[in-house]
């Protein structure tokens, strides 16, 4: 998902109601307080837990050494500088224990497909912040083609998603004195050419969006103020966002703009250069990938008949923008998912899942139409796009699997991958084996899911397991080695902290992501989010069954949407796990859409304002369903006051109800961080320290047996 649709929603502390026997109505929710994210009430309350759960955790015996592991991991000089190809040159962002906020980098592509990059320092982060007394958090760079000198570099106070951009001058080397600069707000920006922006932000008053994303999309020209920007396109209150969406072929430049009606709806527009606006004839649940030889690219996640023609959900169509035809470029199999599509100047190039398993394809078109041709690469693990060159008909490719460190090749026009850097291996995997198994869940779906262990520990039985899941957005899961920002899921991590002392790490592959394409997302959507639900929980217990592990040993972990899962499984099933790492939840899903970003996800959830969608989401709303009188097992709550997408309002009222109750649970709140609940990969690695101690204290029972 862009980045762009991460954008601001102002906080609404308007009261709903809520249900259960042993559930506070939300008009007097005595927790209700603890939505204001900097009172001196709520940091008070977050302090005082942070230092009694802190306390518990890090006496743990394990949690000294997985604190230095993860480090170690995580600042490693082995990791591979995965950077985006941008004509003749690479540009890369590099974090260490020199660079705790980072370096913005570039190299020659040459050198850098040569394996030995000549690093040219473009910003150093951290020297930013000492001189300017900020605490900024470096979130992206976007350069103009096709030299790619002028940038807009994208910075954020603590890690939030509102962010300032401020041009940058790479010839120079420093923001350029009077350049572009796009105050602090959940902006989406873009560049048309040298003295033009398309720009939606925060304009001032009602310029934002029911959801709180930008509702109108202006041009801004250089050397002139904000106030000034002419406006192309203003939304509906009701709308998600407005967003500019500037794509170039080998010809000419193509500022679209994408209205969001809803997360997964869309309409696109050509802006034309009198600035009249050209809708595209696509289908609303559409994602425009770039433009090749006047073609519009498009993914479809749902079924399009036009003209005359059917085209199937999942595929990837090719729009001439010059007469509006259309034409079939990609279409996927039975069993395949089309997970990601980079476009050069001639050529488009594919990610694909085959029953969860990864590869990549090369797709040109001739006179006969669009041709297919494999990547060849190594099998049964996962197969990314890093950057495909807008400039040419070359990209970077990786590989890896929970027991295979990443390797980045380089593809050329030749279409032959030629190793670039590999990862060395992080932890002993000589001795750990991953299978694919499948579970049926309660309507009898069959789901995937990766088991990952030593031979001898699943040989055994009974082992200390840890289930991850997420189950949402059309995300998959998938078994990573490591990505950045790596997660505790991957098997980099999940290796060296936890394969390695016996645990066993499950990946689940659960309806309501994309491993399947967009069917198996729908498949979970609003009303039928249960099924998400119980496709989680048929895995824990096919796992039971089959004596990988018991409930006494059996804990669960998951963020965000999968903070949300989480919720539901203390709640719905506190019988089939010891241990559940909660983090960055959705736990209030009456509620969820007045806080923060919550509004945008509608159209994932439902509308708990509308009578038949409140009515489900009731059913299994974490905070509302938890109960007073029923035993739970210690659950580990984490979230981060900055964070500006989920409000950590969620995460503070469950804890707060649970005390009140007397229930156990550990709760950890980082000052900073946004979203992604830490700022750097030291406090990265003191939270995945603090999740293992907490799944080594529940899971693994300190006599031996």
């Known amino acids: 998902m862009s980045k762009s649709f991460l954008l601001f929603l102002r906080v609404l502390l308007l009261a709903t109601a809520a249900i259960g026997s042993n559930a506070v109505a939300d008009t007097a929710d005595p927790h209700i307080d603890l939505e204001n994210i900097d009172s001196k009430a709520s940091l008070d309350w977050a302090r005082e837990q942070n230092a009694r759960s802190l306390a518990e955790l890090e006496k743990q015996p394990e949690f000294a050494a997985m604190r230095r592991e993860a480090l170690e991991i995580l600042t490693s000089e082995a990791r ?5 190809v941008r004509g003749d040159h690479v540009f890369n962002f590099w974090q260490d224990k020199s660079h705790v906020r980072g370096i913005l980098r570039r190299s020659s592509l040459a050198s850098y497909a040569a394996g030995k990059p000549d690093w040219e320092t473009l910003l150093d982060v951290d020297a930013l912040d000492a001189s300017e007394k900020e605490n900024w958090v470096y979130q992206s760079v976007e350069c103009l083609a096709p030299d790619y000198l002028t940038c807009l570099i994208e910075l954020s106070r603590g890690g939030t998603d509102a962010s300032v951009y401020r041009e940058f001058s790479i010839a120079q080397g420093r923001f350029v004195a009077d350049g572009f600069v796009i105050p602090e707000a959940k902006s989406s920006v873009d560049w048309i050419d040298q003295d033009h922006l398309l720009v939606a932000t925060d304009w001032g008053p009602d310029s934002l969006t029911e959801s709180g994303y930008a509702k109108t999309l202006k041009i801004v020209e250089r050397g002139k103020p904000l106030a000034e920007a002419k406006t192309v396109y203003t939304a509906q209150s009701t709308d998600v966002s407005v967003q500019p969406l500037v794509r170039r072929d080998r010809h000419r430049t193509y500022p679209f703009l994408l209205r969001a009606i809803t997360f997964f709806n869309y309409e696109y527009f050509l802006i034309g250069d009198d600035g009249a606006l050209i809708a595209l004839p696509l289908p609303q649940r559409a994602g425009l990938e770039g433009v090749v030889d006047g073609r519009a690219i498009v993914r479809l996640n749902e079924q399009w008949k036009y003209k005359g023609e059917t085209y199937p959900q999942g595929a990837l169509v090719a729009l001439a923008i010059s007469d509006m035809s259309a034409e079939l470029v990609y279409a996927p199999g039975k069993s395949e998912a089309l997970r990601s599509v980079g476009v050069g100047s001639d050529a488009v190039f594919i990610g694909i899942l085959d029953n969860v398993v990864g590869a990549a394809r090369r797709l040109t078109r001739d006179a006969d139409g669009w041709r297919s041709q494999d990547i060849p690469l190594p099998e049964n693990g996962v197969v990314s796009l890093i950057s495909v060159n807008p400039k040419g008909d070359d990209l970077l490719v990786s590989f890896e ?41 309660r309507d009898g779906t069959r789901i995937p899911y990766f088991v990952m262990g030593k031979k001898a520990v699943l040989e055994r039985g009974n082992a200390p397991t840890v289930q991850y899941g997420y189950g949402g957005f059309l995300i998959s899961i998938l078994p990573y080695y490591y990505e950045d920002p790596s997660r505790p899921q991957h098997g980099a991590l999940a290796g060296r902290l936890w394969v390695s002392r016996g645990g066993v790490l499950v990946l689940s592959n659960i309806r309501g992501g994309g491993e399947y394409g967009p069917g198996w997302h729908e498949a979970a959507l609003k009303h039928n989010r249960q099924r998400s639900f119980d496709d989680f929980f048929a895995i824990s217990e096919d796992l ?25 499984a203390l709640t719905q099933r506190p019988d089939l796990y010891a241990a559940i790492d909660c983090g960055v939840p959705l736990l209030d899903m009456l509620r969820y859409d007045k806080l923060l970003a919550g509004a945008s996800w509608v159209g994932e959830y439902g509308d708990p304002d509308l009578p038949a969608d409140r009515e489900i989401i009731m059913t299994y709303s974490p905070y509302q369903k938890l109960e007073k009188d029923r035993e739970y097992p210690e659950v580990f709550f984490y979230t981060s006051t900055k964070d500006d997408r989920v409000h950590p309002g969620h995460a503070r009222k469950m804890a707060a109800r649970m005390a009140a109750w007397n229930h156990p649970f550990l709760y950890y709140e980082n000052i900073e961080g946004g979203h992604g609940g830490t700022a750097n990969q030291e406090q990265l690695a003191f939270r995945t320290a603090l999740e293992y101690a907490y799944f080594a204290r529940r899971l693994m029972p300190k006599d031996g047996n």
């Not at 591979?80 to 985006?84: S, T």
């Not at 295979?404 to 291996?425: C, I, M, Q, W």
């Open 80 to 84: 591979i500088p995965y950077g985006d």
């Open 401 to 441: 699997s929970l027991t295979t460190p990443d390797t980045l090749y380089y593809v050329g026009a030749d279409n032959k991958p030629s190793r670039v850097f590999g990862l060395p291996e992080m932890y002993d995997a000589s001795d750990v084996l991953v299978s694919q198994r499948f579970a049926t869940s």
């Open 544 to 568: 039971i069954a089959s004596g990988v592990t018991t409930p006494q040993r059996l804990g669960a972990i998951g963020r965000s949407n999968g903070g949300l899962l989480m919720g539901v």
